[in-house]
């Protein structure tokens, strides 16, 4: 009539431990594979890379080299001239940029063009950097509810 208590085993404790090993298994294995693929475990005894020479009859284009990563306008201590935080990357593997044309643009809401401005950033970017440079302005005109900042041209030089 009395039989003795059957001890109760914990069967889903087994099947996340294997859940785990087998998590842990392939994020090792993908790390391998990663490492392995890109290149990441691997070491040169390059000590720089081979110099590229530009093609020939390949002319510089700072429009198409020269990308704006960032660009913030902000005023002045006195808040009549706008100020540029520009951020450029020379996506060129061959040329260095330097003197770099730039015009900028505000405008109304309704797209009419309130004021313009060309000048010439001091700033010069080897192939494949970024540069920041800051940009005082025009006054910066009442009214404007955008503006934008483009590159015009470059002064290059092979690298």
Known sequence: MFESPVEKQKSGSKGVL????????????????????????????????????????????PVHDLRVVSAKMDKDPTGTTAVWLVEIKNQSQVYTYSKIAYETTYARADNSILAQNRGTATVTIAPGEDQNAQISDTLYPAGTAWYRFRILDASSSVQ
């Open 18 to 61: 294997i859940g785990v090993v087998i998590v842990a298994v392939l994020a090792l294995v993908g790390g391998g594979l990663y490492l392995h693929y890109a290149g990441g475990g691997t070491t040169t005894t390059e000590s720089a890379p081979a110099k590229v020479a530009p093609a020939p009859g390949q002319k510089a284009d």
